[in-house]
């Protein structure tokens, strides 16, 4: 199984919005509606934000989204705020309970 | 609040075995619902899953690593743990143990672990 594909980095100001692509297979992205996304601040551990495409993980703000088309899952902040620079991971499960990462994007808040 | 703690060797030697302990406290590893696994992240790299286990003991493994890599589970002391055998540079990371749904999503980390490999 491949690495799903991450751009390395994405940006945008305060208030604005910004979409982070993940692109995979019909062997998993394409394939199952289970794609989550994970934040993770440097020196800490990744943090869940989005689950099974597009339900937020408790406690995090409706300005997370996510969708899927294809084999495309993205995900979409809005309202950008500073404490939302971070990385940010997709995952896909891959079937026979095997996952897969994305490689991850650097999203910086201008 | 369920917890997840990594233990063991921060330093392996290249070729020998890297072996690390996840303690979860707060909850049952016996759970029916979950999955417990192992991912890692090289440094200043993406994360990587390495396997899971159930608790009945089935295990599923990424197929680029499942050569080298056992998982086990210890249901008495709510611990599993990971062994990595040939161990190279390219081994070194930081080792995260996790809690997974059947779905694979991850819903809790462990605080994670660096492990390097090196004479």
């Known amino acids: 199984q491949s690495a799903l594909t991450q751009p390395p980095s994405a940006s945008g100001s305060p208030g604005q919005s910004v979409t982070i692509s993940c692109t995979g297979t019909?062997?998993?992205?394409?394939?199952?509606?289970?794609v989550s996304w994970y934040q993770q601040h440097p020196g800490k551990a990744p943090k869940l934000m989005i689950y099974?495409?597009?339900k937020r993980s408790s406690g995090v703000p409706d300005r997370f989204s996510g969708s899927k088309s294809g084999n495309t899952a993205s995900l979409t902040v809005s309202g950008l705020r500073a404490e939302d620079e971070a990385d940010y991971y997709c995952?896909?499960?891959?079937?026979?309970?095997?996952?897969?990462f994305g490689g991850g994007t650097k999203l910086t808040v201008l | 609040q369920l917890q997840l703690q990594e233990s063991g060797p921060g330093l392996v030697k290249p070729s020998e075995t890297l072996s690390l302990t996840c303690t979860v406290s707060?909850?049952?590893?016996?759970?029916?619902?979950?999955?417990w696994g192992w991912i890692r992240q090289p440094p200043g790299k993406g994360l990587e899953w390495i396997g899971s286990?159930?608790?009945?003991?089935?295990?599923y493994y990424n197929p680029s690593l499942k050569s080298r890599v056992t998982i086990s589970v210890h249901t008495s002391k709510n611990q599993f743990s990971l062994e990595l055998s040939s161990v190279t540079a390219a081994d070194t990371a930081v080792y995260y143990c996790?809690?997974?749904?059947?779905?694979?999503?991850?819903?809790?980390w462990g605080q994670g672990t660096l492990v390097t490999v090196s004479s």
């Open positions: 019909s062997s998993d992205v394409g394939g199952y509606n289970y």
């Open positions: 707060g909850g049952s590893i016996s759970s029916s619902s979950y999955y």
């Open positions: 996790a809690r997974l749904s059947i779905w694979g999503i991850v819903d809790y």
């Open positions: 995952s896909s499960y891959a079937g026979s309970n095997n996952v897969v």
């Open positions: 099974e495409v597009n």
């Open positions: 286990i159930y608790y009945s003991g089935n295990t």
